[in-house]
Every structure is written in structure tokens, then in C-alpha cells.
């Protein structure tokens, strides 16, 4: 797993699906390692939960916790890691990702499998639009398969990059329904299943005029529609006298969210709070009766799963693949514009008030619908595909006369070979082809002349995480510098205990 | 990184300690290694002795020799006294006295580094880094028993690799200590070594 985004930044949706996704590989019994760039403070190496080990390179950081493009100074460092660590698949994260970009071109020179995920939709128009899909077909024109979150996000990237529709999969995010149960929600279902318990008991209707609360929580930048917000709050709290808003998140559209409760007298039923952290979503979550999700352009969405998760009845806007995460009954949709959406949450409303939408049963048909370990399953599927575990036909499906191309070997799969990867590259344009073209042939030989400066055997290996054995408890050590491999201490303590008065003397070396 | 292959040898000087040496000096343990050892030493003596008597013939010829006394007769006399002097008075001290400082450097320079750790059983380590000359004496560290908080072997971003390390965490310390920082030998041997460290001071291990 490669990204620029992941924990201790504050999370949106990538970096816990990668520590999610993750997490479940390994439990499959696959080894996973994170690589990203270093945070303030946090540089190095640590293992979290479970042996997933994190690499925190040092690198430079320009915008939003991107790392500054260098095509090439990722590979000597990028090479030494996946060798020690005996990587096999590469799978980038997030398009606005230089890192992961990188990765999948070098990769791709060192003969391994790449994945990319993409998160997030974009535009074609405006110019930083533009120069992104440029470097994402430049690295995706050598991937060996994309996954896309949502089917709307596949047209996209299936648009942006250029890429062949089969190669591309829909796996869509999950949400850990534990972490988002409603209130008095048992806090162990096992115990309390349909059968012992019995029907579940008819939901706690709402007075006509007990106060129906509407949640936002979302960071406050533009595409995440909070000029929408601003401009229908007023609206809607002057419609519904028994209604009030919490609003979570910080950005940079907050001072003018603040200026419009000003301007209209609001602050006794907008509560602001200001940013939360992620475990804290599910106590916002549940003070409230919908979930308003005013986004202008969304991949997926897992906030509004989450919503949902805990019993929310959600409204939001009708674009990107938003429509897809949710079944009818749990949402109401609105166009992106301001007397849509105002609309909308009044049907929401006048939808509580008489009671006709079960949330207390959302709970538990999120929980069918989304898991991680189904999103792991699914991920290790398509690296079989990749890897060729799984035949063509299993994979991609049956499809005579499709157009593969010429430069492709088996089907889907890449072949490595340098030429048929400029054959690939020199496609993307009239002048960027030529330029990827240099650039994947400098990475060639910087590969070469690695493989003579720091030769392949003197690599160190690193060690697995002790998975098979029991380890004792209290070993892996929360101090800040001292996170260091279990193995390596269960190694000194295992002899301490039988090596210790013999004295033999052994040179290794 | 072209690393120079890395050796571990142990030594015990007393039945309670244990001095483990990290080097990556050539080893000498045939003949004729050790005679060419004897005979560069030798060759960087003498070297160093005519570099220094151009050095002070040219200064005798700058400064005007009454000034220091006996050179005349020095450099008159002997035949490595003549021989500086002729080089001497060929060159300007311009490149003669930068080119003798070169050749000093190069002289004292060792060419290996060696890095050691000697546990002593009940007292503490002490760990040792050699210096880069000959004329200047290793860098050591004492670490008393009841300083040590932890010892691990971890990983870290060095250059361009990733490399394993051997550390002791120091009470009231906020940077741990590495043993063997310049050479940072290989996951293998530190994990023996390790294995042996906690076998040679028990005692250690067991502070909490």
C-alpha cells in the first residue's frame, strides 16, 4: 500500500481505508506494509495494530500533505524497501498522490504488479485538471489493474486515463458498523440477535413538535458544498420552526458559514463544534435525526454510510456516486442547488414527522452491506487476477473478439518488457508520449545502476511479524522511539532464559 | 551503498565480560596480510617523516635559516636532509606546504572504522566508535546498568536504505543511544548479538 495520505493526518476517507483494507489483508494472512511520506514528528519506521508496518519517508511536502513531484529520488529508497520487505504488489492510493504515482512507475521498471485505487472524481475543463489526468494517464498507461470506489468514479478515471473499461473494478468502501451504532444500540449484537430478542421493538416516534436535529459534519471547503450550505440553512430553519443544525468540521469556508449565523441571528439553533475527531463522528452522529450531505462532487461518500450506520436519515445531493452507496428508503436526493436541496430536507422533515422511515433499522442493513473484510476479499481477487492465480476468463470474464491490444500479453496483464512499456507510454500524447517515453527509459537505468551500486543481495531482509506465535503480552512498547520489532525481543528473551550459562561462543560473522 | 563486508569478533577478557568489535578492516589473520600491514605502517612513517622534512626545509628557506638553528647543518649533512631541500627549493611554498598537509592527512587516516561493545556483567556497557586517525583516540561511552531502560534493534531511514540498528534507550535521556552508528552491521548479526548480550547480562534484561 503506497500513499502521501494517511494517519496521523487527520483522516478523510483514504487513510482509513487503507488502514482498514489493510488490516484485513493481513488477517487473510497476506503481508502489508504502508508507505508514505513523513509527517511533522512522525518519521520512520512503526508498526501498528496487528504488524502492519508504516514507512514514513522523509520527504518534502508542498500542498495539503502532497509530497513535491520528483519523478525519480522516491526509486533508490522505493527499491531498497521493497526488496527488504520481498513486496510483490504494489497498490498505489488517491490520485492527487505524487507518491503513489511514482511507486506504480517504478514498480512497474522492477517487474512487479501494481493496483491503483482512486478515491476522487475530476473535472476536464480547468487547467490543474488538466495537468493531474496528464500524470494520471501517464501512470496509469503501465498499471495492471485500477480499482474505482464507485461505478461513477470508474467512468471518470476510465475517461481521465484513457484506460480499458475491463481493467477497471468497483470496490466500493466500507464502513466498521461498530464503531457507528445508534444510541442504545446493544454494544455486543451477538448476544442480543433477532431470535433471543425478538422483533425489534417499533421505533420511538416523534412528536409533531419535538425538535428534529440535522447533522453536518464534513470538512468546510468548496467541493464539499458549503456555499450551499450557508445559503440554505436560513431557508430551511425559517420553513421549520422545530428544527436546529450541528455542524461539525473546520476549513477554510467556516468563517463565512460563522457570518451567515451572524448575519441572520441563528446561533441558538446552529451549533457549531468546530473540527472532531473521527471516533468522535459517531457521538455527533447520533444527537441527530438527518444527515444533511450537501457535496458538489463526492467519489463515494462513506460519511453518509456512517450516517446511516447510525440511524440518520440522510439527505444529499445527487452527484458523483453518491447514488449508489445508499438504497432508496434511507435517502432523499436533491439536484446541487440551493432550492433543491431546501426542498428536499423538507421532505426529510415531513417524512420523520409522520413516521414513516424505520432508521432504527438502518443499522443493521448497513452492517449487511458494507464490510471491510468483503472489501478485502474482493481486493485480493483482483490481486490474484493480477498475479495470474486466476485465469483470464475467471477475472475479466468471457468477452470474444474484445480489442485487446496489441502490446499486451495475456489479457489484462501487463507484460514487463521495456519496449511493449514504451509502446504504452509513447500513446498518452504527441508530446507527452515522447516525454513519458524518456522518463520511463531514465527510470530503466537508474534501475540499472542501482542494481550495481547497492546490489540485490546486499539488502537486508526484514523480518516478518511473528503471526503463528503467541506473543506475550506488554512487549510491543507505546514509547515514542522505542517501537521496535516484537521479534527482535522475543529472539533476546528466548535465549536469555536457555543460552545463558553455557557461554558458547559463536562468530557469525 | 558499496558496503565494505562487516565482521564481528568477540573477545572475553574476564569470565564477566564480553567485548564485541564490529569492524570493517581487511582481515589479518594470515602471514602475509599481517606482513603487509607491518610494512605499510613502515611506508606511512617514513612518508610522513620526509613530508614533514620538506615541510621544515622550505620553512628554513622562507624564513631565512638563522632563525632555526641546526637546520644547515640538518640539511647539509644527512641525505633525506638534501633530498627535501632539493624538493624544497623546486616549488614554491604555495604547493609545497598544502601538498605536505595532504600527504600528513592521507598518512594518519586508518581506512576502517571499528566499533566496539564491551558488557561487563553487573556494572554496565560501554560502547566505542575508533576515530578516522591514528593520532586521535576512540570515542567512548559508559552506560551503568541501572541507566538502561531498554535495548532494542529497530529500523531507520539512512541515506537512501532502510537499515536495521542496535539501540539502548538511557534513563532521563531523550535520544537513544546507537550502538555501532557508523557500521550498522546487519539484522543477523545484531540479532546474535543481541541474543548473546542478554545471555552474557541477565541482570541486564531484567531492569524494568
Given at each position: 500500500m503506497i500513499s502521501d495520505f494517511f494517519f496521523p493526518q487527520p483522516g478523510s476517507g483514504i487513510e482509513s481505508h487503507i488502514y482498514q483494507l489493510s488490516t484485513k489483508l493481513i488477517d487473510r494472512g497476506h503481508k502489508v506494509i504502508i508507505i508514505t511520506h513523513a509527517y511533522q514528528g512522525r518519521t520512520g519506521i512503526r508498526y501498528l495494530t496487528n504488524g502492519l508496518k508504516v514507512y514514513h519517508v522523509p520527504f518534502l511536502v508542498v500542498h495539503r500533505e502532497a509530497t513535491f513531484p520528483t519523478v525519480f529520488s522516491f526509486f533508490p529508497i522505493f527499491r531498497n524497501i521493497v526488496i527488504r520487505e520481498q513486496i510483490e504488489i504494489v497498490h498505489g492510493h488517491a490520485s492527487l498522490s505524487n507518491l503513489c504515482h511514482e511507486a506504480i512507475l517504478h514498480a512497474r521498471t522492477m517487474g512487479l504488479r501494481t493496483v491503483f485505487t482512486d478515491h476522487s472524481l475530476f473535472g476536464f475543463a480547468d487547467a490543474a485538471s488538466i495537468l493531474a489526468n496528464k500524470l494520471l494517464k501517464f501512470s496509469l498507461s503501465d498499471v495492471d489493474h485500477v480499482i474505482c470506489v464507485s461505478h461513477t468514479c470508474k467512468e471518470n478515471t476510465v475517461l481521465r486515463a484513457s484506460l480499458d473499461p475491463l481493467m477497471v473494478s468497483v470496490i466500493p468502501n466500507a464502513v466498521v458498523a461498530e464503531d457507528f451504532r445508534p444510541l442504545g444500540y446493544p454494544a455486543n449484537p451477538a448476544e442480543n440477535s433477532v431470535k433471543t430478542r425478538g422483533p425489534l421493538p417499533p421505533a420511538h416516534p416523534l412528536g409533531p413538535h419535538e425538535t428534529i436535529t440535522i447533522v453536518v459534519i464534513s470538512r468546510l471547503f468548496y467541493n464539499k458544498g458549503t456555499d450551499l450550505l450557508i445559503a440554505a440553512i436560513p431557508r430551511i430553519l425559517a420553513a421549520h420552526p422545530n428544527v436546529r443544525f450541528i455542524i461539525a468540521g473546520s476549513g477554510p469556508k467556516a468563517i463565512d458559514l460563522e457570518q451567515m449565523l451572524e448575519r441572520h441571528v441563528l446561533q441558538d439553533r446552529v451549533e457549531m463544534l468546530g473540527p472532531v475527531r473521527h471516533e468522535e463522528v459517531r457521538d455527533v452522529m447520533v444527537k441527530g435525526h438527518i444527515y444533511l450531505h450537501p457535496s458538489l462532487t463526492e467519489a463515494f461518500g462513506t460519511v453518509i454510510v456512517e450516517a446511516a450506520s447510525c440511524g440518520l436519515?440522510?439527505?444529499?445531493?445527487?452527484?458523483?456516486?453518491?447514488?449508489e452507496v445508499l438504497p432508496q428508503h434511507m435517502t432523499t436526493f436533491a439536484k446541487p442547488e440551493e432550492d433543491d436541496l431546501v426542498a428536499a430536507t423538507g421532505r426529510a422533515i415531513a417524512a420523520l414527522r409522520s413516521n414513516r422511515v424505520r432508521t432504527d433499522r438502518f443499522h443493521d442493513q448497513v452492517k449487511m452491506m458494507y464490510s471491510w473484510t468483503d472489501v478485502a476479499e474482493r481486493t485480493e481477487r483482483v490481486y490474484k487476477g493480477i498475479s495470474g492465480a486466476l485465469s483470464e476468463e475467471e477475472f475479466y470474464g468471457s468477452h470474444p473478439g474484445g480489442g485487446w491490444s496489441a502490446t499486451r500479453g495475456r489479457a489484462g496483464v501487463q507484460g514487463f518488457s521495456l519496449i511493449d512499456r514504451l509502446k504504452r507510454y509513447y500513446g498518452c500524447g504527441i508530446w507527452a508520449g515522447k516525454l513519458f517515453c524518456l522518463c520511463v527509459i531514465v527510470d530503466y537505468l537508474i534501475l540499472v545502476f542501482l542494481e550495481i551500486w547497492a546490489p540485490r543481495k546486499s539488502i537486508d531482509l526484514a523480518r516478518d511479524w511473528p503471526r503463528k506465535k503467541p506473543i506475550e503480552n506488554g512487549i510491543v512498547d507505546d514509547r515514542e522511539d522505542a517501537r521496535f520489532p516484537a521479534s527482535a525481543r522475543v529472539v533476546r528473551r528466548r535465549s536469555g532464559r536457555d543460552g545463558w550459562r553455557d557461554g558458547r561462543v559463536v562468530d557469525p560473522g | 551503498m558499496l558496503n565494505v563486508p562487516v565482521r564481528l569478533s568477540i573477545r572475553r577478557p574476564s569470565p564477566t565480560t564480553v567485548s564485541y568489535t564490529v569492524s570493517n578492516a581487511p582481515s589479518r589473520t594470515s602471514f602475509s596480510a599481517q606482513a603487509t600491514f607491518y610494512v605499510t605502517i613502515i611506508l606511512r612513517v617514513l612518508l610522513a617523516i620526509s613530508a614533514l622534512?620538506?615541510?621544515?626545509?622550505?620553512?628554513?628557506?622562507?624564513?631565512?635559516?638563522?632563525?632555526?638553528?641546526?637546520?644547515?647543518?640538518?640539511?647539509?649533512?644527512?641525505?633525506?636532509?638534501?633530498?627535501s631541500d632539493g624538493i624544497a627549493t623546486r616549488f614554491s611554498w604555495k604547493i609545497v606546504f598544502p601538498a605536505v598537509a595532504a600527504i600528513i592527512y592521507a598518512v594518519v587516516q586508518k581506512g576502517y572504522t571499528e566499533e566496539s561493545l564491551l558488557v561487563i556483567r553487573g556494572l554496565g556497557i560501554q560502547t566505542s566508535t575508533s576515530s578516522s586517525t591514528y593520532l586521535s583516540t576512540a570515542a567512548t561511552r559508559f552506560i551503568p546498568t541501572n541507566e538502561i531502560r531498554d535495548i532494542f534493534i529497530h529500523e531507520a531511514f539512512k541515506g537512501f536504505e532502510v537499515r536495521f540498528y542496535l539501540a539502548v534507550v538511557v534513563r532521563g535521556e531523550e535520544d537513544v543511544v546507537v550502538v555501532f552508528p557508523n557500521l550498522l552491521p546487519k539484522r543477523r548479526m545484531?540479532?546474535?548479538?543481541?541474543?548473546?548480550?542478554a545471555s552474557q547480562s541477565a541482570g541486564i534484561s531484567n531492569v524494568p
Open positions: 436519515y440522510v439527505v444529499c445531493t445527487r452527484v458523483g456516486g453518491i447514488p | 622534512a620538506v615541510a621544515v626545509a622550505k620553512f628554513t628557506q622562507v624564513s631565512g635559516a638563522q632563525k632555526v638553528p641546526g637546520a644547515q647543518i640538518l640539511f647539509e649533512s644527512t641525505s633525506l636532509g638534501t633530498f545484531l540479532e546474535d548479538l543481541g541474543s548473546r548480550h
